[in-house]
C-alpha cells in the first residue's frame, strides 16, 4: 500500500457517477490511499446525488455538495475549502490512474517538497507545453519567454490532472465562477502567469493517466468550430486573435489577488 498522508485526492464531479467509481477503485485496485478524500459535487441529478451517497459509504469520502449548479469554479473553490493537506491531487471524474502514476506522483511531491518554490505539478495534456527545460526525472521546468510564438504557453497553468499545494488559491486567486468552463481555467491560466507561478511538466504525459468518456457518461463539454476548425484560413485568423488576447490580458487583465 502506498499512502500519501500529506495529499487529498479532490474530484470534481457533476452527473457522472458511474466514472466517479471508476477513478475510486482505480486508486484502490493502485493499492494507493490518501490523507483524504473530498468529492466536490455541483448539483447532480437525483439518481447521481444516490448514488453519491452509496460511494461515500463504500470510500469514505467527503462529500461537498450545492443547492444549485455553480459551474466548475464553484466546485472546486468548495472542494478545495474543504482540503487540510498541505498539497491537493486535483483531478476530474472521468480520469483513471494508470500502474507508472504512483510513482510518479511520489516524485513530485518530493520534488515539491524540496524546492517551495515550485507550485504545482501536471501529469496529463492534451499536447505537450511548448516551453520547458530538464527538471529531475522525467519532470520538466515550463517557462514562459514573454516572447515565446507558440501561444499555448498562456496554458502553463491547467485544469488537467496536476499535484499542487493547497495554498493554491490564497497565491493565484479562487476560481472565476459563473463561467464557462474554458473562461474560468483561462482566467487561472492569466493569473498563474501574473503571479509568476512555477509549473513542473510530465513530459511522457501520456502514460500515466487515461480520459475516458462513454456514451452513457459522456463529456459535459462543448466546444465552437472557431475553436477547433482545421481550416487554414479560420486558423490564422485565430493564431493572430490569440497572441494579441492573450498578451494584452498577462498585461492588463485586473489581478485577482
Not at 106 to 133: G, H, K
Request: charge should be positive; charged fraction near 20%; aromatic fraction near 14%.
Amino acid at each position: 500500500m502506498t499512502h500519501f498522508a500529506p495529499i487529498t485526492l479532490l474530484i470534481t464531479h457533476y452527473n457522472r457517477s458511474r466514472s466517479l467509481r471508476r477513478l475510486l477503485e482505480a486508486f484502490a485496485n493502485l493499492n494507493c490511499s490518501f490523507g483524504g478524500i473530498v468529492v466536490s459535487d455541483d448539483c447532480s441529478k437525483p439518481e447521481h446525488l444516490t448514488a453519491l451517497q452509496a460511494l461515500r459509504n463504500e470510500f469514505g469520502f467527503m462529500l461537498v455538495t450545492t443547492p444549485q449548479n455553480g459551474g466548475l469554479g464553484h466546485n472546486i473553490n468548495k472542494g478545495q475549502d474543504a482540503v487540510q493537506t498541505l498539497y491537493t491531487l486535483y483531478i476530474q471524474e472521468d480520469f483513471v490512474p494508470k500502474l507508472a502514476f504512483i510513482p510518479e506522483l511520489q516524485r513530485a511531491l518530493s520534488l515539491m517538497e524540496q524546492n517551495p518554490a515550485v507550485d504545482f505539478a501536471r501529469f496529463y495534456a492534451y499536447i505537450r507545453y511548448p516551453y520547458m527545460t530538464p527538471y529531475q526525472g522525467g519532470f520538466s521546468a515550463m517557462q514562459f519567454p514573454r516572447l515565446g510564438l507558440d501561444y499555448t504557453k498562456i496554458y502553463m497553468y491547467s485544469d488537467h490532472p496536476h499535484l499542487r499545494r493547497s495554498s493554491f488559491l490564497q497565491k493565484f486567486g479562487r476560481y472565476a465562477e459563473g463561467l464557462n468552463v474554458d473562461k474560468t481555467e483561462y482566467r487561472m491560466c492569466i493569473s498563474f502567469l501574473q503571479n509568476n507561478g512555477k509549473g513542473l511538466f510530465f513530459r511522457d504525459f501520456k502514460t500515466l493517466l487515461a480520459q475516458e468518456n462513454d456514451t452513457a457518461e459522456p463529456s459535459t463539454i462543448a466546444r465552437s468550430e472557431w475553436t477547433n476548425s482545421g481550416n487554414p484560413a479560420i486558423a490564422a485568423v485565430r493564431y493572430v486573435y490569440r497572441q494579441l488576447k492573450y498578451n494584452f490580458d498577462i498585461q492588463f487583465m485586473p489581478r485577482r489577488v
